[in-house]
Nanobody
């Protein structure tokens, strides 16, 4: 499986963006998927994750209630809908895939594959 993130850009505070992560490969439906972000000078931070079945989702505290993760297995794609964006959401956003049965998806060490990242910039 290879991952390609897209959808980043420049948006004003309060605006919305939708990130997409397209996966190649026939086994996408067996992977749990996650989004992380990294701002300049900061460590990579967990944003959201979704189980391979789509039945469970998880969010970082800073994005709960504003971001929504979803997956479209027919299109091998995971989306991250980001609403009410704040300047502190500015970061490079990475999608990742985990093939470790029921691992804790908040930890980046539990992911096996990473996309290249897409820049999100929120202006005040």
């Amino acid at each position: 499986v290879q991952l390609q993130a897209s959808g980043g850009g420049l948006v004003q505070a309060g605006g919305s963006l939708r990130l997409s992560c397209a996966a190649s490969g026939r086994t996408f439906s067996t992977y749990d998927m996650g989004w992380f972000r990294q701002a300049p000078g900061k460590e990579r931070e967990f944003v959201a994750a979704i189980r391979y079945s789509g039945g469970s989702t998880y969010y970082g505290d800073s994005v709960k209630g504003r971001f929504t993760i979803s997956r479209d297995s027919a299109k091998n794609t995971v989306h991250l809908r980001m609403n009410s964006l704040k300047p502190e959401d500015t970061a490079v956003y990475y999608c990742a895939a985990s093939n470790r049965y029921y691992s804790d998806l908040m930890y980046e060490t539990n992911y096996d594959l990473w996309g290249q990242g897409t820049q999100v910039t929120v202006s005040s």
